[in-house]
């Protein structure tokens, strides 16, 4: 079946960059969505159809994609940034939604 | 506002049925589609299927396939999850999640989310 692939964990200083990776072999044709989700709460949307951020989430988070992967961006990340990171695509066969395993983001 | 809010937590014994319901607000139902996503205790987000408000067409990830229904009704703006045979390894935290999907671009982002329910299979 169909995967998305994200790194387990990414660990950063405050202030420094955080990149996130997802990589997928219908990347190319699909649009990537990041969510992030901090301990037993829904997830939120930070970046949508690649690149777009919703207007509630702060100009640091940013989105980009190449090829098979989209990356997630961290520009200056803060301590309340801490959280885990899903993607989330269409798979290849376009019928069906998917999510990467995640990835666990520390800031310290 | 748009607000998902999702039926209360459930325990099942294994091989029974559940059914979580998800009642939306302050926006068209029929203009978006609803997917479900669980999320076992300790572990990812898990996306379960999709289903259209709009005329009740839905996609199913093959996982779920027989085990699996949604529905919606439209006369109350309610979406259905029922999962039938439920295992232990069924416990896990059940989202409805607004979303849009068309055949050419594929699913669009889930940008209002459910408070989640609970449940929990177990004898």
């Known amino acids: 079946s169909y995967e998305l692939t994200q790194p387990p964990s990414v660990s950063v200083s405050p202030g420094q960059t955080a990149r996130i990776t997802c990589s997928g072999d219908?990347?190319?044709?699909?649009?990537a969505h990041w969510y992030q989700q901090k301990s037993g709460r829904a997830p939120v949307v930070v970046i949508y159809?690649?690149?777009k951020r919703p207007s509630a989430i702060p100009e640091r988070f940013s989105g980009s994609k190449s090829g098979t992967m989209a990356t997630l961006t961290i520009s200056g990340a803060q301590v309340e940034d801490e959280g885990d990171y899903y993607c989330y695509s269409t798979d290849s066969s376009g019928n069906h939604g998917v999510f990467g395993g995640g990835t666990k983001v520390t800031v310290l | 506002q748009v607000h998902l809010v999702q039926s209360g937590a459930d325990v099942k014994m294994p091989g029974a049925s559940v059914r979580v319901s998800c009642k939306a607000s302050h926006y068209t139902f029929t203009s978006y589609g609803i997917s479900w996503v669980r999320q076992a205790p300790g572990q990812g987000l898990e996306w379960m299927g999709w289903i259209s408000a709009y005329n009740g067409n839905t996609n199913y990830a093959q996982k779920f396939q027989g085990r699996v229904t949604m529905t919606t009704d439209t006369s109350t703006n309610t979406a259905y999850m029922e999962l039938r045979s439920l295992k232990s390894d069924d416990t896990a935290v059940y989202y409805c999640?607004?979303?849009?999907?068309?055949?050419?671009?594929?699913?669009?982002?889930?940008?209002?989310w459910g408070q989640g329910t609970l449940v929990t299979v177990s004898s």
């Open positions: 159809e690649d690149r």
């Open positions: 999640a607004r979303g849009t999907y068309d055949i050419l671009t594929g699913y669009y982002e889930l940008d209002y």
């Open positions: 219908a990347l190319p044709k699909k649009y």
